[in-house]
């Protein structure tokens, strides 16, 4: 069974720093894109950052400078470092990973995510 588990969100102010981990079971991320993704109260989905099998990263423009995503293929682990932290960034955070064979078939599986609010 495929898991990816998401942790380390939690209640924060303005200008704070939080660490999201993603520990995945079922799979090796060595072979799969990784991402995250949040989602705000009546917001759809967005779409965060993005670790290829490469270790290249690309990210939302919005959190260019302030957010890094890294992984541990090791410990088959994904994390975003998250830095100076707005109230607009209040979102479930979801990991999600991704395979794309040169066939076309694909794999795409998410987390349940997890809570980051920032308030003062």
């Known amino acids: 069974q495929v898991q990816l588990v998401e942790s380390g969100g939690g209640l924060v102010q303005p200008g704070e720093s939080l660490k999201l981990s993603c520990a995945a079971s079922?799979?090796?991320?060595?072979?799969?894109?990784m991402g995250w993704y949040r989602q705000a109260p009546g917001k759809q989905r967005e779409w965060v950052a993005t670790?290829?099998?490469?270790?290249?990263?690309n990210y939302a423009d919005s959190m260019k400078g302030r957010f890094t995503i890294s992984r541990d293929n090791a410990k088959n682990t994904v994390y975003l470092q998250m830095n100076g932290l707005k109230p607009e960034d209040t979102a479930v955070y979801y990991c999600?990973?991704?395979?794309?064979?040169?066939?076309?078939?694909?794999?795409?599986?998410w987390g349940q995510g997890t809570q980051v609010t920032v308030s003062s």
């Open positions: 999600n990973a991704v395979r794309t064979s040169f066939w076309g078939a694909r794999a795409d599986y």
């Open positions: 079922g799979i090796s991320i060595g072979i799969y894109a």
């Open positions: 670790a290829t099998i490469g270790d290249s990263a």
